[in-house]
């Protein structure tokens, strides 16, 4: 397996990024856009996804990472709650609510599976490379 160095080359974040960038599109759109609040609920759990990937690769510490992942994968049931109630508030038809559930499902089951591969690694990250 390749050494990733950068985090815009892990897959969990490519999928954020374009979750949160469909997020972010739909919520511009009428009724959503007039419901302040749930409107930037959506973009900030949205937008936590990819950031709490990047902030822990960047921390260069497995254990570090492990527990940022773990804040991507809260924020990402976050977002499937806020998706009901767009369902119920009638602001989005069923097939876009089973769609983005979908996405948003798929990207929180790849960063279980990262979050165990990581977990299973013998790797400590460079912030803890050379300790013993």
């Given amino acids: 397996m390749a050494t990733i160095s950068k985090f815009e080359d892990l897959e969990v974040w490519q999928l954020a990024r374009a979750l949160s960038k469909e997020i972010y599109s739909l919520t511009f ?5 007039s419901d302040f609040r749930l409107r930037d609920q959506m ?3 949205s937008g936590s996804v990819m950031d709490n990937i990047a902030e822990g690769f960047e921390r260069a510490s497995k254990l570090e990472f492990v527990n ?5 994968k809260g924020e990402s ?3 499937k709650s806020q998706l009901y ?6 602001y989005i038809p069923q097939q876009t609510f089973e769609e983005l559930y979908n996405k948003t499902d798929i ?15 013998k790797v400590k990250g460079q912030k803890f490379k050379n300790r013993v």
């Fill in 107 to 121: 990207l929180a089951r790849k960063i279980s599976a990262f979050i165990s591969y990581l977990n299973s690694s």
């Fill in 29 to 33: 759109i009428e009724p959503l856009k």
């Fill in 85 to 90: 109630r767009c369902l119920d508030c009638t």
């Fill in 43 to 45: 973009r900030g759990s």
């Fill in 68 to 72: 940022s992942l773990s804040y991507s």
């Fill in 77 to 79: 049931g976050e977002l």
